[in-house]
């Protein structure tokens, strides 16, 4: 079993940014690929970043290309995502998720375990 806790979030003007961490426990990351997803109000779960379990391989959706940076750190134990100039439209609950392998994926199925989330509110 793996345990997820992710933290960060907050509330951010517009053009600001934000760091999304986190924290594994239970197995060592290094086997495992990472992804960062979100939530908003009234919509469902989506893809925003993802990350190969030596970091070699990185995706992105379309509207943050640019502006999100996802990274890790395997001897500690922890993924981030990086938001810069952010924006309304990114508010949402952001979920980290540990994939079924190293390989990294946009897919949800993909990935078997999930922090709580953490809230990151973009005020305009």
């Known amino acids: 079993q793996m345990q997820l806790v992710d933290s960060g979030g907050g509330l951010v003007q517009a053009g600001g940014s934000a760091r999304l961490s986190c924290v594994v426990s239970?197995?060592?990351?290094?086997?495992?690929?990472m992804g960062w997803f979100r939530q908003a109000p009234g919509k469902e779960r989506e893809f925003v970043a993802a990350?190969?379990?030596?970091?070699?391989?990185?995706y992105y959706t379309d509207s943050v290309k640019g502006r999100f940076t996802i990274s890790r750190d395997n001897a500690k134990n922890m993924a981030y995502l990086q938001m810069n100039s952010l924006k309304p439209e990114d508010t949402a609950v952001y979920y980290c998720a540990a994939g079924r392998g190293p390989a990294a994926s946009i897919n949800t199925g993909w990935y078997a375990y999930w922090g709580q989330g953490t809230q990151v509110t973009v005020s305009s």
């Open positions: 990350i190969s379990s030596s970091g070699g391989t990185t």
């Open positions: 239970g197995r060592a990351l290094s086997n495992y690929a």
